[in-house]
């Protein structure tokens, strides 16, 4: 007690300095209980975030300099642009590959199944990654695209070698990625040795899923590979997920739970593959879509619009 | 116009929120001290007219834009180690140098500890051991920061009065 007297009458302003800490103190904690629980701030973000891209090119420019260089040391940059170009088709096809490969194993296993199965027709784009540091604990990454370039939250993302995340926030101009490591990060998956369904949660960390709160008797080995259900909605059916790299029974003894090893290369994607996705057929666009409603037609004639007179 | 020291001030915040979003080549990312909290600390120790809470919460609500963070959350961070600085800042500046290394290494220390429990309100949070690398690597950047920044104070110092 005395010290701090002694610090106020050297430098003064320490007890006005606790109230202020006070006050700024409740002022942050209402904010991030606002923005946490409420979209208000969402709005000013996306306005205000575009604002950060120009800090973002410039951080990001030695790394780019540097790819720039060895590419240009090779003499291969217009080799390079069909490359970008071909990669693209590449990661499209295989996407497709693997959807398909799913419907067949999919069939295989419950032939005789009334369900008819959604069938997609898959899309996407690529979209550069911001190559930027925001944390390595945090597991988020921010494209190069927001909603002006028509990016929509809860678009899946996807890597050549699997899922990597979906988009939980959009700026005017970027765009954020929750990996699905991220603690708050669920996926529905489906084991494709057994045809087993489970949820495979994020912890925070990059190299592990977990699979939690499976019956005791599950049939899950290493090695096993976990491709998306399509459960939800939210995911395409058929996405590698991850591989199953431990199994064990829980504290409780009553469960059991499984450790898994995301496929994706999670970091160290400079671009990735944002997915769009409707229904080929319009019978199979009547079924649930992905959101609660009456069921949308999914294919809108794509005709110019005649002005009725 | 950059005669002044507000916009110096603008000028060292806009370089921490660069070196803040540059990508480290491979592993080094984990070593990456955390560049504001320890401009703030600085601010805080050698400015005490600039280092002020208000500067800190300011600065944290730029960096949570910035990183997509809540917002709030650097801002809260920073508001802590602000206000411990401010509050030991006679004992601190008289300190020696490897003192005040060891004293700004707690304080980033303890600023991973408040990550940590802001973000376990949403999620149980697992930290990987190089989590608290950050506060190692700020420690002992701290002697050498503190001798540029010497200089770059001098030069605030140059015209008082914003």
Known sequence: MSVANDNSALFGSDRSDTLRLIAYLIVAVALMVTDYHSGYLEKVRSWLGAAAVPMYRVAQAPAVGLRWLYAAAGERVALKRDNDALRTELLLAQARLNAAWFEAERNRLASGLAEAGRRHQLT??????FDIDIDPSRQRLF??????????IGQPVIDAF????????TTTATATVMMLVDPLHAVPVTNTRTGQRAIARGVGRDDRLL???LPINSDIQPGDE??????????????????????????????ARAWAEPV?????STQLLLLDEHAVDAAGSLGPGDGIGPPVPALVPDEPAEPQS | MLESPAWRLALLLALAYLLTLLPGPGLFVHLKPFWLGLLVIWLALEQPARGTLGVAFLAGLGADLLLATWFGEHALRLLVICFIVRRFRSRLRFFPMWQQSLAVGALLLNDRVVIV???SFVAPVLPEWTFWLPALSGMVLWPLLFLVMDDVGRRLRSRPGM
């Open chain 1, 226 to 255: 976990l491709v998306s259900s399509g459960l939800g909605g939210r995911f395409p059916a058929g996405f590698p997920v991850a591989v199953v790299r431990e199994f064990e029974v829980d504290v409780s003894g009553s469960f």
């Open chain 1, 264 to 268: 994706a290369r999670l970091r160290q």
């Open chain 1, 143 to 152: 494209l190069d695209a927001g909603s002006r370039a028509d990016v929509r």
């Open chain 2, 117 to 119: 429990m802001l973000r």
């Open chain 1, 162 to 169: 699997g899922l990597v995340g979906q988009v939980v926030a």
């Open chain 1, 124 to 129: 996407g784009r690529m979209v550069e990654v």
């Open chain 1, 211 to 213: 699979l939690s709160t």
